[in-house]
Protein backbone atom coordinates (compact mmCIF):
# COMPACT_ATOMS: atom_id res chain seq x y z
CA UNK A 1 0.00 0.00 0.00
CA UNK A 2 2.84 2.56 1.11
CA UNK A 3 4.63 1.80 -2.26
CA UNK A 4 1.56 2.49 -4.33
CA UNK A 5 1.30 5.98 -2.08
CA UNK A 6 4.68 6.55 -3.38
CA UNK A 7 4.16 5.55 -6.85
CA UNK A 8 1.37 8.08 -6.63
CA UNK A 9 2.90 10.80 -5.37
CA UNK A 10 5.89 10.50 -7.77
CA UNK A 11 3.08 10.41 -11.18
CA UNK A 12 1.42 13.24 -9.95
CA UNK A 13 5.01 15.17 -8.77
CA UNK A 14 5.84 14.29 -12.97
CA UNK A 15 2.72 15.11 -14.06
CA UNK A 16 2.88 18.23 -12.20
CA UNK A 17 6.40 19.24 -13.03
CA UNK A 18 5.09 18.55 -16.90
CA UNK A 19 1.91 20.97 -16.82
CA UNK A 20 4.38 23.77 -15.30
CA UNK A 21 7.08 23.29 -18.05
CA UNK A 22 4.29 23.18 -20.61
CA UNK A 23 2.67 26.83 -19.40
CA UNK A 24 5.73 29.03 -18.44
CA UNK A 25 3.43 31.63 -19.11
CA UNK A 26 0.53 31.13 -17.55
CA UNK A 27 2.67 30.63 -14.52
CA UNK A 28 0.00 31.13 -11.97
CA UNK A 29 -2.50 28.71 -13.26
CA UNK A 30 0.22 25.93 -13.27
CA UNK A 31 1.23 26.97 -9.65
CA UNK A 32 -2.48 27.00 -8.13
CA UNK A 33 -2.37 23.31 -10.11
CA UNK A 34 0.31 22.31 -8.12
CA UNK A 35 -1.08 23.00 -5.10
CA UNK A 36 -4.23 21.25 -6.08
CA UNK A 37 -2.06 18.26 -6.93
CA UNK A 38 -0.02 18.50 -4.07
CA UNK A 39 -3.41 18.76 -1.45
CA UNK A 40 -4.81 15.98 -3.22
CA UNK A 41 -1.74 13.74 -2.82
CA UNK A 42 -1.29 14.77 0.87
CA UNK A 43 -5.17 13.48 1.12
CA UNK A 44 -4.41 10.22 -0.92
CA UNK A 45 -1.11 9.30 1.27
CA UNK A 46 -2.93 9.80 4.82
CA UNK A 47 -5.45 7.96 3.56
CA UNK A 48 -3.18 5.00 2.73
CA UNK A 49 -1.64 5.49 6.08
CA UNK A 50 -4.63 5.77 8.10
CA UNK A 51 -6.07 2.76 6.38
CA UNK A 52 -2.75 0.81 7.48
CA UNK A 53 -2.69 2.18 10.87
CA UNK A 54 -6.28 0.21 11.56
Same mark, same amino acid.
Do not use: F, P, R, W
Given at each position: ??????? *??????? @???? *???????????????? *???????????? @?? *??????
Amino acid at each position: MAKNAVQ *ITQELGN @YGKA *IGDHSMGGGMKALKLA *IVVAAVAGVAIG @YV *IGSQAK
